[in-house]
Protein backbone atom coordinates (compact mmCIF):
# COMPACT_ATOMS: atom_id res chain seq x y z
CA UNK A 1 0.00 0.00 0.00
CA UNK A 2 1.35 3.55 -1.26
CA UNK A 3 1.38 6.53 1.10
CA UNK A 4 -1.71 7.64 -0.88
CA UNK A 5 -3.68 4.87 -0.38
CA UNK A 6 -2.66 4.90 2.90
CA UNK A 7 -3.73 8.31 3.91
CA UNK A 8 -7.37 7.44 2.07
CA UNK A 9 -7.76 4.63 4.37
CA UNK A 10 -6.97 7.05 7.31
CA UNK A 11 -9.68 9.49 6.52
CA UNK A 12 -11.88 6.58 5.81
CA UNK A 13 -11.35 5.16 9.17
CA UNK A 14 -12.34 8.97 11.07
CA UNK A 15 -15.12 9.09 8.78
CA UNK A 16 -16.19 5.45 9.57
CA UNK A 17 -15.82 5.80 13.73
CA UNK A 18 -19.52 7.70 13.12
CA UNK A 19 -20.81 4.70 11.51
CA UNK A 20 -22.96 1.74 13.84
CA UNK A 21 -19.92 -1.03 14.59
CA UNK A 22 -17.31 1.42 15.10
CA UNK A 23 -17.21 2.12 18.73
CA UNK A 24 -14.12 0.33 19.02
CA UNK A 25 -11.68 3.20 16.42
CA UNK A 26 -9.38 5.25 18.27
CA UNK A 27 -11.13 8.18 16.13
CA UNK A 28 -14.40 7.50 18.05
CA UNK A 29 -13.11 8.70 21.28
CA UNK A 30 -16.10 10.06 23.35
CA UNK A 31 -16.78 13.59 22.54
CA UNK A 32 -19.16 15.81 23.89
CA UNK A 33 -21.99 17.11 21.34
CA UNK A 34 -20.63 13.60 19.12
CA UNK A 35 -23.83 11.75 18.30
CA UNK A 36 -22.88 8.30 16.76
CA UNK A 37 -25.17 4.94 15.79
CA UNK A 38 -24.84 2.17 18.01
CA UNK A 39 -25.90 -1.24 17.30
CA UNK A 40 -24.50 -3.91 15.61
CA UNK A 41 -22.17 -3.97 12.08
CA UNK A 42 -23.72 -4.48 9.24
CA UNK A 43 -21.79 -4.78 6.16
CA UNK A 44 -21.62 -1.95 3.30
CA UNK A 45 -19.42 -5.05 0.39
CA UNK A 46 -19.07 -8.05 1.28
CA UNK A 47 -21.88 -10.53 1.85
CA UNK A 48 -22.56 -13.06 4.63
CA UNK A 49 -20.21 -15.28 3.69
CA UNK A 50 -17.34 -12.82 2.67
CA UNK A 51 -17.55 -11.03 5.70
CA UNK A 52 -17.45 -14.16 7.98
CA UNK A 53 -14.17 -15.21 6.03
CA UNK A 54 -12.74 -11.89 6.33
CA UNK A 55 -13.59 -12.05 10.13
CA UNK A 56 -11.64 -15.80 10.49
CA UNK A 57 -8.67 -14.64 8.69
CA UNK A 58 -8.43 -11.25 10.56
CA UNK A 59 -8.41 -13.34 13.70
CA UNK A 60 -6.12 -15.71 12.47
CA UNK A 61 -3.80 -12.74 11.77
CA UNK A 62 -3.90 -10.61 14.88
CA UNK A 63 -5.12 -13.58 17.37
CA UNK A 64 -6.71 -12.72 20.97
CA UNK A 65 -3.84 -12.88 23.80
CA UNK A 66 -3.07 -11.23 26.58
CA UNK A 67 -4.01 -8.00 24.39
CA UNK A 68 -6.95 -7.45 22.85
CA UNK A 69 -6.72 -9.26 18.65
CA UNK A 70 -8.99 -8.14 15.72
CA UNK A 71 -11.80 -9.84 16.68
CA UNK A 72 -11.90 -6.70 20.04
CA UNK A 73 -10.30 -4.13 17.63
CA UNK A 74 -13.28 -4.69 14.94
CA UNK A 75 -10.55 -5.30 11.72
CA UNK A 76 -12.92 -7.02 9.64
CA UNK A 77 -15.60 -4.23 9.91
CA UNK A 78 -13.10 -1.65 8.92
CA UNK A 79 -11.44 -3.81 5.89
CA UNK A 80 -15.32 -4.37 4.80
CA UNK A 81 -15.98 -0.38 5.20
CA UNK A 82 -12.68 0.67 3.72
CA UNK A 83 -13.69 -1.83 0.74
CA UNK A 84 -16.93 -0.81 -0.01
CA UNK A 85 -15.20 2.94 -0.27
CA UNK A 86 -12.62 1.34 -2.72
CA UNK A 87 -13.79 0.48 -6.00
CA UNK A 88 -10.00 0.04 -7.07
CA UNK A 89 -9.71 -3.03 -4.53
CA UNK A 90 -13.14 -4.33 -4.76
CA UNK A 91 -12.54 -7.14 -7.23
CA UNK A 92 -9.10 -7.93 -5.64
CA UNK A 93 -10.99 -9.06 -2.08
CA UNK A 94 -13.85 -10.60 -4.29
CA UNK A 95 -11.50 -12.47 -6.57
CA UNK A 96 -9.58 -13.43 -3.88
CA UNK A 97 -11.98 -14.05 -1.56
CA UNK A 98 -13.15 -16.77 -4.23
CA UNK A 99 -9.99 -18.04 -5.10
CA UNK A 100 -9.56 -19.10 -1.36
CA UNK A 101 -12.58 -21.18 -1.40
CA UNK A 102 -11.94 -22.82 -4.42
CA UNK A 103 -9.17 -24.00 -3.19
CA UNK A 104 -9.88 -25.11 -0.08
CA UNK A 105 -12.81 -26.69 -1.34
CA UNK A 106 -10.39 -28.67 -3.53
CA UNK A 107 -8.39 -29.82 -0.63
CA UNK A 108 -11.00 -30.77 1.87
CA UNK A 109 -14.22 -30.86 -0.28
CA UNK A 110 -15.02 -27.49 2.67
CA UNK A 111 -15.16 -23.51 2.62
CA UNK A 112 -12.35 -21.95 4.38
CA UNK A 113 -14.80 -21.04 7.04
CA UNK A 114 -16.05 -24.63 7.85
CA UNK A 115 -12.35 -25.89 8.31
CA UNK A 116 -11.20 -26.11 11.75
CA UNK A 117 -8.65 -23.89 13.17
CA UNK A 118 -5.68 -26.17 12.92
CA UNK A 119 -6.36 -26.60 9.13
CA UNK A 120 -7.01 -22.64 8.19
CA UNK A 121 -3.35 -21.72 9.91
CA UNK A 122 -2.32 -24.61 7.48
CA UNK A 123 -3.74 -23.50 4.56
CA UNK A 124 -2.57 -19.65 5.32
CA UNK A 125 0.90 -20.58 6.10
CA UNK A 126 1.30 -21.81 2.50
CA UNK A 127 0.32 -18.67 1.28
CA UNK A 128 2.27 -16.01 3.79
CA UNK A 129 5.75 -18.08 4.40
CA UNK A 130 7.75 -17.54 0.60
CA UNK A 131 9.42 -21.12 1.96
CA UNK A 132 6.40 -22.66 1.44
CA UNK A 133 5.23 -20.61 -1.80
CA UNK A 134 3.80 -22.73 -4.83
CA UNK A 135 3.06 -21.08 -7.88
CA UNK A 136 -0.04 -22.05 -8.96
CA UNK A 137 -1.38 -20.31 -5.16
CA UNK A 138 -0.10 -16.73 -6.20
CA UNK A 139 -3.56 -15.17 -6.66
CA UNK A 140 -4.13 -16.37 -2.66
CA UNK A 141 -0.31 -14.89 -1.70
CA UNK A 142 -1.29 -11.90 -3.11
CA UNK A 143 -4.84 -12.07 -1.95
CA UNK A 144 -3.30 -13.03 1.95
CA UNK A 145 -1.04 -9.70 1.79
CA UNK A 146 -3.51 -7.62 0.94
CA UNK A 147 -5.88 -8.96 3.86
CA UNK A 148 -3.07 -8.81 6.22
CA UNK A 149 -2.21 -5.06 4.75
CA UNK A 150 -6.24 -3.95 6.11
CA UNK A 151 -5.88 -6.32 9.43
CA UNK A 152 -3.17 -4.67 10.12
CA UNK A 153 -3.99 -1.37 9.63
CA UNK A 154 -7.75 -1.83 10.81
CA UNK A 155 -6.46 -3.02 14.42
CA UNK A 156 -3.46 -0.59 14.85
CA UNK A 157 -5.81 2.49 13.43
CA UNK A 158 -7.73 0.81 17.11
CA UNK A 159 -8.36 1.64 20.56
CA UNK A 160 -7.25 -1.69 21.23
CA UNK A 161 -4.26 -1.51 18.62
CA UNK A 162 -3.11 1.77 20.14
CA UNK A 163 -3.68 0.42 23.85
CA UNK A 164 -1.39 -2.18 22.73
CA UNK A 165 1.16 0.28 21.31
CA UNK A 166 1.03 2.61 24.86
CA UNK A 167 0.40 5.32 22.43
CA UNK A 168 0.64 8.52 24.93
CA UNK A 169 -2.39 10.54 23.17
CA UNK A 170 -4.73 7.81 25.09
CA UNK A 171 -3.69 8.57 28.38
CA UNK A 172 -5.85 10.90 30.36
CA UNK A 173 -3.59 13.28 32.68
CA UNK A 174 -5.09 14.90 35.86
CA UNK A 175 -2.40 17.83 34.80
CA UNK A 176 -0.47 18.57 32.06
CA UNK A 177 2.89 16.77 32.17
CA UNK A 178 5.97 18.59 32.43
CA UNK A 179 8.55 19.17 30.05
CA UNK A 180 11.72 16.86 31.06
CA UNK A 181 14.22 19.55 30.56
CA UNK A 182 13.78 21.93 33.51
CA UNK A 183 17.57 23.41 33.08
CA UNK A 184 16.52 23.96 29.85
CA UNK A 185 13.32 25.28 29.29
CA UNK A 186 13.86 26.67 25.49
CA UNK A 187 15.51 23.47 24.17
CA UNK A 188 18.84 25.11 22.99
CA UNK A 189 20.72 21.77 23.88
CA UNK A 190 18.54 19.52 21.73
CA UNK A 191 19.91 19.12 17.77
CA UNK A 192 17.89 20.62 15.03
CA UNK A 193 16.13 18.41 13.11
CA UNK A 194 16.82 17.90 9.66
CA UNK A 195 14.54 19.08 7.29
Known sequence: MNRREALKAFALAAAASQFAGF??????????????????????????????????????????????????????????????????????????????????????????????????TRILESLAYPAQFREQEKTGQDFFKLIRTYTVMGYYTSRPGMEALGVPTLQHYSASPECPHVDDPEHKHLKKAKV
Open 23 to 120: EKWAYAHEHKGTKRSTGPYKPKFFNKHEFLTITILSDLIIPTDETAGAKEAGCAEFTDFIISHDPDKQLHFREGLAWLDKHVRTLHKKSFAELSQSQQ
